[in-house]
C-alpha cells in the first residue's frame, strides 16, 4: 500500500504513511531481481488477483470481515471469530474447475494471475505440512493452490502466490506485546506502556519460524513461481522489517526461486512498489502495480461490481503511469466465479483483442496522464488514450522534438487533430465514447528517459 523512497544521505523526509524511506545503505544492500528479470512484468500491463478463502461462504471481505485483528490492526470485524473460522469447516468449493479459472484469465486478457495463499485470517489454501487449519482438512478436501499451479503452468500463464504475514489465527503471532503497548495518537504505530520502543511478544519467533517454513514450502512444492506477494506494508512503521525477520526469508526465496520478484511490503525496498484502491503516479524509473477489487469487497460477497468503463479507465490510467493493473475478483461457495465478474472479464478480453497492442509491451509517454487519458509508446508508435473530454473539449500535446508522421484514430470516432505552434491539438468529439485511441506514427523512435531510482527532493 506504499511506495518505497530513496532518501539521500543528508536530505530531510518528512514522514508519511505512504511513502517508505530507505537510506543510500539499504537501497544499495538490497538484492533487487533488476530490470531484466522484471521485464515480462512490465510488458504484461494486466494481472488478475485471486482473493479466495472461507469468507465466501458468508459473502463477506476475506479476513477483514473476522471480528478480531491482532495488534498491530486495530478495529474489529463484523462476524464473530466463531462464526468466520467456522466456515473452515464448511467449504466446499464443489465446483471449482483450476482450468476453467486460467482460461476465464487468459480469455480476459491477462497476462499473470496472483493467488491468495494465506490471507490475515490465517486460512491455508494448499497442503501445508505446517498447520492444521487448511484447505485439504476442509469438506473440499483438495488442494485448491496446487491445482490452479498446474493449470498456470500447462498454460504458461505466470503465477504469483500472495502470502499475508499477518495471521490472527496463530496463538504465537504476536509481533507488537499486546499486554505492554499502547496505539501512538493519530498513527497506525504502537509503543509500549513505559514508552520504550515496541517489541514483539515472548513467542513471536515461533510464529517467524512457520511462516518462514511455509513460504519456503510455497517456493519448493509447486514448481516456479514467478512473483511473491507480501501483505503488511510499512505503514508509516506500523510493520517493520524484524518481525518477520524479512531479509532472511527473502534470501532464502530467492535463492529457491532466482527469477523471482518479490513486492515491497515486508519493510524491504521490493522490486516493485504496489499501491492500492488507487493509481500511482507515474512512475517510469521503478515498476509498480496498482491493485483493485472488481466489486465492493476484494473477495466475493455479492454486492455489485464496478461498471466496465471505470475497470478500464483505471487500467488505462495505470498503463499510461507505466504501472501494472491487478484486478481482484473472489469466487462462489460452490467455487464457480459469479456471471458478473465472468462477463466484465470477458468484455475486458473482447476490447483487447481489438487495442491491446496499445497497452502490451509498451512504456509510459511522452506525454503524462491527466483527466483525459495518457499516452504509451513502443518503437516508432505513440498511442494516446483519451478516456474522458475535457471541458475545452481539446487535448494539446507538445510536440517538443518528436517528428509526426502520420495519425489515425484506432477506434472509429471522427476525432480531428491538426499541429500548430509545435502542439498537436486534438479536438474531442462530444458523442459518449469508451477510449478513444489515437495511433501516432513518428520518424524516430520515441525516446522517454527512465533511468535513476525514486529519490525523495
Not at 10 to 28: D, H, V
Not at 57 to 84: N, Q
Not at 155 to 170: A, F
Not at 217 to 226: A, H, P
Request: net charge negative.
Amino acid at each position: 500500500m506504499c511506495w518505497s523512497m530513496l532518501v539521500k544521505d543528508g536530505q530531510e523526509y518528512k514522514p508519511s504513511i505512504l511513502f517508505q524511506p530507505f537510506t543510500e545503505k539499504e537501497w544499495a544492500e538490497y538484492p533487487f531481481a533488476g530490470e531484466e528479470k522484471l521485464k515480462w512484468f512490465r510488458d504484461a500491463k494486466l494481472g488478475l488477483f485471486f482473493h479466495v478463502g472461507i469468507s465466501a461462504l458468508g459473502k463477506v471481505d476475506i479476513g477483514w470481515s473476522r471480528h478480531t485483528h491482532k495488534l498491530p490492526d486495530p478495529g474489529v470485524g463484523p462476524i464473530a471469530d466463531e462464526i468466520y473460522d467456522g466456515w473452515a469447516k464448511e467449504i466446499k468449493m464443489e465446483d471449482f474447475s483450476a482450468d476453467e479459472w486460467i482460461d476465464l484469465a487468459i480469455a480476459g486478457g491477462f497476462k499473470y494471475v496472483v493467488i491468495i495463499t494465506k490471507h490475515h485470517d490465517g486460512f491455508n489454501m494448499w497442503d501445508t505440512a505446517y498447520s492444521d487449519y487448511k484447505i485439504t482438512n476442509s469438506p473440499m478436501a483438495r488442494d485448491y493452490l496446487g491445482e490452479l499451479i498446474d493449470a498456470c503452468h500447462r498454460k504458461n500463464m505466470p503465477v504469483g502466490l500472495y502470502y499475508s504475514q499477518r495471521d490472527w489465527t496463530h496463538p504465537d503471532y504476536e509481533p507488537v506485546d499486546v499486554n505492554d503497548s499502547v496505539q501512538i495518537p493519530d498513527t497506525l504505530c504502537y509503543t509500549t506502556k513505559d514508552g520504550k520502543p515496541s517489541h514483539a511478544g515472548k513467542n513471536h519467533h515461533k510464529y517467524i519460524e512457520y511462516m518462514h517454513n511455509s513460504v519456503l514450502e510455497l517456493m519448493e512444492k509447486y514448481g516456479k513461481i514467478d512473483i511473491l506477494w507480501w501483505d503488511s506494508a510499512w505503514w508509516g512503521g506500523m510493520y517493520k522489517a524484524d518481525m518477520w525477520d524479512s531479509k532472511t526469508i527473502e534470501e532464502k526465496v530467492r535463492a529457491k526461486q532466482p527469477d523471482i520478484i518479490i513486492n515491497n511490503r515486508a519493510s524491504l525496498p521490493g522490486d516493485f512498489d504496489t499501491p492500492e484502491g488507487r493509481i500511482g503516479f507515474v512512475q517510469r524509473n521503478r515498476a509498480w502495480e496498482t491493485c483493485m477489487p472488481l466489486g465492493n469487497e476484494w473477495a466475493w460477497a455479492g454486492n455489485g461490481i464496478k461498471p466496465f468503463k471505470v475497470v478500464l479507465d483505471q487500467f488505462i490510467h495505470a498503463v499510461c503511469g507505466d504501472g501494472n493493473y491487478l484486478l481482484s475478483i473472489g469466487c462462489m461457495p460452490n467455487g464457480k466465479i459469479a456471471p458478473e465478474e465472468t462477463e466484465s472479464m470477458l468484455n475486458l478480453g473482447d476490447w483487447l483483442k481489438k487495442y491491446g497492442h496499445t497497452v502490451y509491451g509498451t512504456r509510459s509517454g511522452p506525454w503524462n496522464p491527466s483527466v483525459f487519458g495518457g499516452s504509451v509508446y513502443k518503437d516508432d508508435n505513440i498511442y494516446v488514450h483519451i478516456v474522458s473530454r475535457p471541458e475545452s473539449g481539446k487535448v494539446i500535446l507538445p510536440l517538443e522534438d518528436i517528428v509526426v508522421k502520420s495519425i489515425e484514430c484506432l477506434t472509429g470516432e471522427n476525432v480531428k487533430t491538426e499541429i500548430t505552434d509545435n502542439n498537436l491539438i486534438v479536438t474531442v468529439p462530444e458523442s459518449d465514447f469508451t477510449d478513444i485511441i489515437l495511433s501516432i506514427k513518428t520518424e524516430e523512435p520515441v525516446n522517454v528517459k527512465t533511468e535513476g531510482v525514486n529519490v525523495v527532493e
